[in-house]
């Protein structure tokens, strides 16, 4: 009896292992960085990695490039939560980039019926850095 209950403790152990593993690596292929739109007049970025490198905001529309945001990695140590007003572009959807030495972010913001901006991911790069092997 002792032996079945150690087997079977050993074996939950091994698939609550397994399982944490996975949703791990299932949460890793999604960017720590969102673009929401909690208002009509403002759209907020948050950035979720550590401030090693220097990151990029740019809002770009149908004509081309509306607006840059530079903000150093020297202002941040774990990440950032900006707002960013959005009040002249009401009724034009656009894009909002986010790139940085460790990913490039591309969301697509496009005005709803109520007035709200709804936020849709487009495209995620991770520069991965080169390793050579001997």
């Known amino acids: 009896m002792k ?35 909690p208002s009509e007049d403002q759209v907020k970025l948050i950035y979720g990695y550590a401030g090693a490198h220097d990151v990029d905001v740019k809002f770009i529309g149908t004509e081309g490039l509306i607006e840059t945001d530079h903000i150093s990695g020297k202002d941040f140590s774990n990440g950032f939560i900006k707002r960013y007003n959005v009040k002249n572009l009401k009724g034009k959807a656009f894009w909002v980039e986010v790139e940085s030495a460790e990913l490039s972010v591309l969301y697509r913001l496009t005005p709803s019926r109520n007035g709200k901006w709804s936020a849709a991911l487009e495209k995620t790069t991770f520069n991965y850095p080169t390793v050579a092997a001997n």
């Open 3 to 37: 032996t079945k209950i150690l087997a079977l403790g050993v074996i939950v152990a091994v698939l609550s292992t397994l399982s944490v593993k996975v949703s791990k690596a299932q949460s890793l292929a999604e960017p720590s960085v969102k673009v929401m739109a």
